[in-house]
């Protein structure tokens, strides 16, 4: 029988939550015997090659880009996990919420006090993902299954979510799983 099928997908963090899923350590092991990887930066693989059951992101919506691939991965995958506080609410890259976007865009690359009297440029390379006027939340652009909060989840946490719903049940998180003091 075929095994599930796992994506996993980032967008605006720190890649923090991946390095938290690694954290598995040896249950990799046991991981590769449970579902088949498909798109990841895990693997590397950039494009779905078939639907698959369950789909973990991290990172908020800070542009055109992270808006394309968060919608691929919601119509390819059946469950889809938001993992983290920065695909929760933004997280900490949504500090440059508080600001304009030009003004934000004018103190990183004209006005920073490490760029020198007329040597800034803003970024304007037509290749380039087009800014959003803010960092937002993953559920502001699809349906989002669950959530798994924390800056990073720890691995516990991720482990413990994910073998509950390859088992078919509800992952039902312990409270020293999801406590921050
Ligand atoms: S939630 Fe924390 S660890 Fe995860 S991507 Fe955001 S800043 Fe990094």
């Not at 991981?31 to 950039?46: A, H, Q, R, T, Y």
């Amino acid at each position: 029988m075929a095994k599930p099928r796992l994506a996993t997908g980032h967008f605006t963090g720190c890649f923090g939550c991946h390095m938290s899923f690694l954290d598995i350590d040896e249950r990799i092991l046991e991981l590769v015997e449970l579902v088949d990887f498909d798109k990841s930066p895990i693997n590397d693989k950039k494009r779905f090659d078939q639907p698959v059951d369950i789909g973990i992101v991290e990172g908020g919506v800070s542009n055109d880009e992270n808006a394309e691939i968060l919608r691929d991965f919601r119509k390819n995958c059946k469950i889809l996990i938001a993992m983290g506080s920065c695909a929760i609410t933004g997280g900490v890259p949504a500090l440059r919420n508080t600001m304009p976007l030009k003004e934000c865009l004018e103190e990183a690359f004209l006005n920073g006090p490490t760029i020198g009297e007329g040597d800034g440029l803003i970024p304007n390379d037509p290749d380039l993902p087009v800014l959003l006027d803010k960092v937002y939340p993953c559920q502001e652009f699809v349906k989002i299954d669950y959530i798994l909060p924390g800056c990073p989840p720890s691995a516990d946490t991720l482990w413990a979510a994910l073998t509950a719903l390859l088992s078919g049940e509800e992952p039902s998180l312990p409270y020293e799983l999801v406590k921050y003091d």
